[in-house]
């Protein structure tokens, strides 16, 4: 197994992923329903929205997964963010990133991976969209655009989250408009 390296800017990105506010927060519709949309569009059995912290990826939407974060030494994602680029892996057995890998040896037993990268400014990725699945399978081109409009709907819903953080909804004065 070989570990993902870490971004030349790691200590801006983790600055920037924490100031984000969304490591670690509830439930989000919107990001939810992102992710089934992923799992019926591309008919695999688990995809997430993954956010790559200083030891962990943590799942801030997971469909087909029953853990909420997995360390950031042994994930698929690290290497993307710290490449900044989309990856596919066709099959995990036959990639020797990944062949020994505690995630392909074991549960979930991954053998087919593709993540885009989520950007949330120039140069600096925060964590992916993913799909995963369970037998090795072909990625066409078409297969990678319809992932990176998937992917660009997720960074949009990161920038709703800051706005939302940032700028709240003011409580309504009772009066009329």
């Known amino acids: 197994m070989i570990a993902p390296d870490l971004p030349q800017n790691e200590v801006e990105r983790l600055t920037v992923l924490r100031n984000l ?21 591309f008919d695999v059995p688990m995809s997430m929205v993954t956010l790559i912290d200083e030891d962990r990826q943590w799942f801030k939407s997971r469909q087909g997964l029953s853990v909420c974060e997995t360390p950031r030494r042994i994930s698929f994602c690290g290497h993307v ?18 062949s020994d890998n505690p995630l392909v040896t074991g ?25 995963i699945g369970t037998l090795p399978r072909t990625f066409e081109e078409d297969d990678m655009q319809r992932l990176q409009l998937l992917a660009t709907l ?15 909804l003011r409580e309504a004065s009772g009066r009329g408009a």
Request: hydrophobic share 45%; glycine share 6%.
């Open 154 to 168: 997720a960074q949009e819903l990161i920038q709703l989250h800051v706005l939302r953080v940032q700028v709240p």
């Open 21 to 41: 506010q969304l490591l670690d927060s509830t439930c989000d519709e919107g990001f939810d329903r992102l992710t089934e949309l992923a799992t019926k569009i």
């Open 107 to 131: 549960p979930p037993f991954i053998r087919f991976y593709a993540g885009y990268p989520l950007f949330v400014m120039p140069g600096v990725c925060v964590g992916t969209l993913c799909l």
């Open 81 to 98: 963010v710290a490449d900044g680029q989309p990856m596919v892996i066709n099959n995990a057995l036959r990639d020797p990133r990944f």
